[in-house]
């Protein structure tokens, strides 16, 4: 499985003491001294420097090296200026030794008035020129004095000459431009606004049918050829008395295949049974019955009762990865009713969970999650001394008011809103993997459907916005060597920018279905959706230019089905990289494709299809709403142009009225097979296909039609 992004950078974090943003009084700002490359040949500008580090000024520039005993050095220069333009850092390493791993960061008051971040601008390995963007939202505060740290990681006597440090101004991007259009009851998410209407250069791919490709090809069993087939049959029999199947996390990771140990994951083989099933396929009615076989997850034998990522699995490592499991098991609960199985183990799981929540309770009956993970067997939060994952309490949160929806137990209910109740007392940024934008559609679900009011707009902020406990998690944005790469999800300033394909597709299968819930999200949802369809065409091998990937063509997979893990902003000066941990960390796996990210395609394939106006697409909100009320199908469509664009929409042989709950209207009456609407000016509309004939009423703030809920805020001024 991957390994955190960056996680070398949190070394760093510990080093300088910077771990979490700290809270600082507010007293006289002392004149800056505005920054320039010839600082790094001034002496007296470096008084911060690290005890006992060699740090010298050189006619070639800053010499940084690592004293004897340690890991790492780091030069200091304080109380300097940025230009108010700053956008992009241009480096010039003049000499580096051997493995000499640099890094530049900014310490000082930058995402927020009145606490001090540190933000990584760039990371990178040996001599020469490179040139990183600088994200605007690390540095929105420029008047305020920041410190420059210069680092270098490695063995005693490692060392880098850094002999220029520039601040440039940002680039301009002509497609991101100032808002002319307000659509009314609509509100903005900031990162949201930092994306083009139109990105370029634009593709669509159909990611139903590179779904559904990729199902045939990981489960073809007779594939021949180096690294295949890829799934095999695992007869360990350690939670079933019946053969289950395995998949690699990595093509090519050789210590994930038949006849090794039973080591396939569980993020890997069941998200790739769910992405097949939102792309529309049956996998209990394949060669195997994938569905049951994913059983083979709940930690039975060794009697923790839990869906884990392991077969033989543990507690107490990490929340994300004990939660997302069980997130793709519910799912899969819900998709195939049929199998009574997963909903036992689902009751049983949950019950477990709850159990948790208690054990996690505070003082004012609230839980506590500001741990790392929770050991079952000790009954108590566990806490490492690198990190913790706080939005741990999102996943309770969309894990439980699931077990309200299926088994109606008013204790499910209960531990869902005390668990958003901790998420929305958090005065930070909680956002560690993959977990909060799932509590963030459970926020919205009971703010819509029980009259509750969690503050969606700032657990919003925080999904697209930059950790607090994981520095630099966030989405992206920026032209990336002249590819828009807006709208994925992963780190902003590892290397420049390090997205993920699991992350960015899970993210999306988490949000669209809120614009059903909160519709005054909808414009948001849907032009950040735009520029996330385009932009993760570029996870996949021949996207990009040729050497513009971490390795050379996989000739066993000519379609290009499987994506890379990630795309970085930039890799051996190539940019942007498709690529991954495993080949530059060498920690493994023989190629950065990775199975574990390319299996949740399927939620893209699920949600995404295209309309008759190229740039217009129909967003399906019901495709990843698990454990929904019934509901009529729903659509989002975003324009992205400045002038408004009519569409067809495809309705079938059965009259209905197309009532939009973003703007509170009929936009068809009467209609079937094909209707045409009008999607406003950089606008949205969350069309409701209703029964023509169907009985209004209202119920409260709910407009419903035969009794089931059409818009849960029709009477809520906009």
Same mark, same amino acid.
């Given at each position: 499985?991957?390994?955190?992004?960056?996680?070398?950078?949190?070394?760093?974090?510990?080093?300088?003491?910077?771990?979490?943003?700290?809270?600082?009084?507010?007293?006289?700002? *002392?004149?800056?001294?505005?920054? *320039?490359?010839?600082?790094?040949?001034?002496?007296?500008?470096?008084?911060?420097?690290?005890?006992?580090? +060699?740090?010298?000024?050189?006619?070639?520039?800053?010499?940084?090296?690592?004293?004897?005993?340690?890991?790492?050095?780091?030069?200091?220069?304080?109380?300097?200026?940025?230009?108010?333009?700053?956008?992009?850092?241009?480096?010039?390493?003049?000499?580096?030794?051997?493995?000499?791993?640099?890094?530049?960061?900014?310490?000082?008051?930058? +995402?927020?008035?009145?606490?001090?971040?540190?933000?990584?601008?760039?990371?990178?390995?040996?001599?020469?020129?490179?040139?990183? /963007?600088?994200?605007?939202?690390?540095?929105?505060?420029?008047?305020?004095?920041?410190?420059?740290?210069?680092?270098?990681?490695?063995?005693?006597?490692?060392?880098?000459?850094?002999?220029?440090?520039?601040?440039?101004?940002?680039?301009?991007r002509p497609n991101v431009l100032p808002r002319t259009r307000?659509?009314?009851?609509?509100?903005?998410?900031?990162?949201?606004?930092?994306?083009?209407?139109?990105?370029?250069?634009?593709?669509?791919?159909?990611?139903?049918?590179?779904?559904?490709?990729?199902?045939?090809?990981?489960?073809?069993?007779?594939?021949?050829?180096?690294?295949?087939?890829?799934?095999?049959?695992?007869?360990?029999?350690?939670?079933?008395?019946?053969?289950?199947?395995?998949?690699?996390?990595?093509?090519?990771?050789?210590?994930?295949?038949?006849?090794?140990?039973?080591?396939?994951?569980?993020?890997?083989?069941?998200? *790739?049974?769910?992405?097949?099933?939102?792309?529309?396929?049956?996998?209990?009615?394949?060669?195997?019955?994938?569905?049951?076989?994913?059983?083979?997850?709940?930690?039975?034998?060794?009697?923790?009762?839990?869906?884990?990522?392991?077969?033989?699995?543990?507690?107490?490592?990490?929340?994300?990865?004990?939660?997302?499991?069980?997130?793709?098991?519910?799912?899969?609960?819900?998709?195939?009713?049929?199998?009574?199985?997963?909903g036992e183990i689902m009751r049983t799981t949950a019950d477990?969970?709850?159990?948790?929540?208690?054990?996690?309770?505070?003082?004012?009956?609230?839980?506590?999650?500001?741990?790392?993970?929770?050991?079952?067997?000790?009954?108590?939060?566990?806490?490492?001394?690198?990190?913790?994952?706080?939005?741990?309490?999102?996943?309770?949160?969309?894990?439980?008011?699931?077990?309200?929806?299926?088994?109606? =137990?008013?204790?499910?209910?209960?531990?869902?809103?005390?668990?958003?109740?901790?998420?929305?007392?958090?005065?930070?940024?909680?956002?560690?993997?993959?977990?909060?934008?799932?509590?963030?559609?459970?926020?919205?679900?009971?703010?819509?459907?029980?009259?509750?009011?969690?503050?969606?707009?700032?657990?919003?902020?925080?999904?697209?916005?930059?950790?607090?406990?994981?520095?630099?998690?966030?989405?992206?944005?920026?032209?990336?060597?002249?590819?828009?790469?807006?709208?994925?999800?992963?780190?902003? =300033?590892?290397?420049?920018?390090?997205?993920?394909?699991?992350?960015? #597709?899970?993210?999306?299968?988490?949000?669209?279905?809120?614009?059903?819930?909160?519709?005054?999200?909808?414009?948001?949802?849907?032009?950040?959706?735009?520029?996330?369809?385009?932009?993760?065409?570029? #996870?996949?091998?021949?996207?990009?230019?040729?050497?513009?990937?971490?390795? /050379?063509?996989?000739?066993?997979?000519?379609?290009?089905?499987?994506?890379?893990?990630?795309? +970085?902003?930039?890799?051996?000066?190539?940019?942007?990289?498709?690529?991954?941990?495993?080949?530059?960390?060498?920690?493994?796996?023989?190629?950065?494709?990775?199975?574990?990210?390319?299996?949740?395609?399927?939620?893209?394939?699920?949600?995404?299809?295209?309309?008759?106006?190229?740039?217009?697409?129909?967003?399906?909100?019901?495709?990843?709403?698990? #454990?929904?009320?019934?509901?009529?199908?729903?659509?989002?469509?975003?324009? /992205?142009?400045?002038?408004?664009?009519?569409?067809?929409?495809?309705?079938?042989?059965?009259?209905?009225?197309?009532?939009?709950?973003?703007?509170?209207?009929?936009?068809?009456?009467?209609?079937?097979?094909?209707? +045409?609407?009008?999607?406003?000016?950089?606008?949205?509309?969350?069309?409701?296909?209703?029964?023509?004939?169907?009985?209004?009423?209202?119920?409260?703030?709910?407009?419903?039609?035969?009794?089931?809920?059409? =818009?849960?805020?029709?009477?809520?001024?906009?």
């Amino acid at each position: 499985m991957k390994m955190s992004p960056g996680l070398w950078v949190v070394g760093w974090l510990a080093l300088i003491g910077l771990a979490s943003p700290v809270v600082i009084a507010q007293p006289a700002v *002392a004149p800056a001294r505005v920054w *320039a490359s010839g600082l790094l040949r001034a002496a007296e500008a470096w008084p911060h420097a690290e005890k006992d580090a +060699r740090i010298v000024v050189t006619p070639q520039g800053l010499h940084v090296e690592v004293a004897p005993g340690r890991k790492n050095a780091v030069a200091a220069a304080p109380g300097l200026a940025l230009p108010a333009d700053t956008g992009l850092l241009r480096l010039r390493v003049a000499a580096a030794s051997a493995g000499a791993k640099w890094n530049v960061c900014l310490y000082g008051e930058l +995402r927020r008035p009145g606490e001090k971040h540190t933000a990584y601008i760039a990371q990178g390995e040996g001599a020469g020129e490179r040139v990183f /963007p600088i994200d605007p939202r690390l540095i929105p505060h420029r008047e305020q004095p920041v410190r420059l740290h210069l680092g270098v990681q490695g063995e005693p006597g490692t060392f880098i000459v850094m002999a220029e440090v520039s601040f440039l101004p940002a680039p301009q991007r002509p497609n991101v431009l100032p808002r002319t259009r307000f659509q009314p009851g609509q509100r903005d998410i900031a990162t949201v606004e930092q994306m083009p209407n139109l990105p370029e250069p634009f593709l669509l791919i159909d990611w139903r049918a590179k779904a559904r490709a990729y199902d045939r090809f990981v489960f073809d069993f007779q594939a021949r050829g180096e690294f295949l087939p890829l799934v095999w049959l695992d007869e360990s029999r350690i939670n079933l008395d019946r053969a289950t199947f395995g998949l690699p996390s990595y093509v090519g990771n050789l210590g994930q295949a038949a006849g090794k140990t039973n080591s396939q994951e569980g993020v890997t083989c069941m998200g *790739a049974v769910l992405g097949a099933t939102l792309a529309g396929l049956d996998k209990s009615r394949q060669e195997h019955d994938y569905v049951s076989m994913c059983e083979a997850w709940f930690n039975r034998k060794n009697g923790l009762d839990l869906v884990l990522n392991q077969q033989k699995g543990n507690t107490g490592g990490s929340f994300w990865y004990e939660m997302f499991t069980h997130i793709c098991f519910y799912a899969l609960a819900d998709r195939y009713p049929d199998k009574p199985r997963l909903g036992e183990i689902m009751r049983t799981t949950a019950d477990r969970w709850r159990t948790a929540y208690l054990d996690l309770g505070g003082s004012n009956g609230v839980p506590d999650f500001n741990h790392t993970s929770f050991d079952f067997r000790a009954r108590k939060g566990v806490s490492n001394p690198r990190w913790r994952e706080p939005d741990a309490a999102a996943g309770m949160a969309w894990m439980q008011y699931a077990a309200w929806m299926k088994f109606r =137990d008013s204790n499910y209910l209960a531990a869902a809103e005390g668990s958003l109740t901790f998420l929305q007392g958090l005065k930070i940024n909680p956002f560690y993997e993959v977990l909060l934008p799932y509590g963030t559609l459970a926020a919205a679900r009971l703010n819509a459907e029980h009259g509750r009011s969690y503050d969606v707009d700032r657990l919003l902020g925080w999904c697209f916005g930059i950790s607090d406990c994981r520095g630099g998690w966030g989405v992206l944005v920026g032209n990336w060597g002249g590819y828009d790469c807006d709208g994925l999800q992963g780190s902003i =300033d590892n290397r420049g920018g390090y997205a993920f394909a699991m992350n960015t #597709f899970a993210m999306a299968g988490a949000l669209v279905p809120l614009a059903r819930y909160d519709p005054a999200y909808a414009r948001a949802i849907g032009k950040w959706m735009l520029n996330l369809a385009n932009s993760a065409r570029l #996870f996949y091998p021949g996207a990009l230019p040729p050497g513009h990937e971490s390795g /050379p063509p996989w000739p066993g997979d000519p379609q290009h089905l499987i994506a890379y893990e990630g795309l +970085r902003y930039e890799w051996d000066g190539k940019s942007p990289c498709a690529t991954g941990d495993p080949v530059a960390m060498k920690w493994g796996p023989r190629t950065d494709l990775g199975l574990y990210g390319s299996s949740y395609a399927g939620m893209l394939g699920a949600i995404i299809s295209p309309t008759d106006e190229g740039r217009i697409l129909q967003l399906d909100c019901l495709a990843t709403d698990f #454990f929904r009320a019934p509901a009529y199908p729903t659509f989002l469509y975003y324009n /992205p142009h400045p002038q408004a664009r009519r569409i067809s929409l495809s309705l079938g042989e059965k009259a209905v009225t197309v009532y939009d709950i973003a703007g509170k209207r009929i936009l068809a009456r009467n209609v079937k097979g094909r209707a +045409r609407i009008a999607v406003p000016a950089d606008g949205a509309v969350v069309a409701v296909m209703v029964p023509a004939a169907g009985t209004v009423r209202n119920e409260g703030r709910k407009l419903l039609v035969n009794d089931i809920v059409v =818009d849960a805020w029709w009477n809520v001024g906009q």
